[in-house]
Nanobody, 124 residues
């Protein structure tokens, strides 16, 4: 399994921005970002295919968050702008195989490897 390490979380005021990074030890087919707020389930945020760079977003982050990747560095990024207090959560990156990708991007069960998470806190 590929190893994933997230970084870039922190405390930011509402309206601010943060960029999360996820460094992968190897290449898979696609990568996703999820988040988990206290007492809630994992929630899909965004996903991207390594090769073509096709990006997929949940409705609540469209226009605010941007997922990107650096193939040379095996790193995926999540640029979060116009942050809101309700974006507060632990953010996780996860890796998909090609078979999992074609099942879908939004279910956590369709991801093979997970990072340890990074906390994002947005103050009002």
């Amino acid at each position: 399994q590929v190893q994933l390490v997230e970084s870039g979380g922190g405390l930011v005021q509402a309206g601010g921005s943060l960029r999360l990074s996820c460094a992968a030890s190897g290449r898979t087919y696609a990568m996703g970002w999820f988040r988990q707020a206290p007492g809630k389930e994992h929630e899909f945020v965004a996903a991207i295919r390594w090769s073509a760079g096709n990006a997929y977003y949940s409705d609540f982050v469209k226009g605010r968050f941007t997922i990107s990747r650096d193939n040379a560095k095996n790193t995926v990024y999540l640029l979060m702008s116009s942050l809101k207090p309700e974006d507060t959560a632990v953010y996780y990156c996860a890796a998909q195989t090609v078979a999992q990708f074609y099942i879908g991007q939004e279910s956590p069960s369709n991801y093979a490897s997970w990072g340890q998470g990074t906390q994002v806190t947005v103050s009002s």
